[in-house]
């Protein structure tokens, strides 16, 4: 006989998989019918041809779309509308580079800043992946690197 904890879980492993099934039909349905978008059509032509340095490649790229933008969303909802003057990132395979300009002596935003940074880490390092915050203030007079996307 199941218990109660162990019976929650069949049904979310059911689910899980109803799901998946509905999910791969839905993706068939749109390959046989030449409607999916590029990102499905280009997935399943990985996972077809088998190639399992392509399928690696294909879950890095993935992981690192839903990583990175789990941590700016995560960010930005730190920071919440208590944003400095300028603030602009860059990222790469596993690191997301902040640039923030701040008033002079904000030592306020620095600080959140910094503790929302340590707050990033501690969440996303054990995945693979780091925030790195420049802080410099307005009357430094830098620019944002030219290779930096501009958040504000």
Known sequence: MLTQSQSLEQKKLNEWFNEMVATLKTHELLLETNTASSHVKS???????????????????????????????EYLSFLDKNLPSKLAVYFTD?????????????????????????EINAKYHPFGFAMETTIVEESDNFNIPNHYQTLK
């Open 94 to 118: 596993s690191e997301v580079l902040v640039w923030a300009e701040i008033e002079d002596n904000d030592q306020e935003m620095e600080k959140k800043l910094l503790i929302t940074e340590a």
């Open 43 to 73: 997935m399943y032509d990985v996972f077809v041809n088998g190639n399992t340095n392509d399928i690696a490649f294909q879950g890095k790229m993935n992981a690192q779309v839903h990583f990175v933008r789990s941590i700016l969303i």
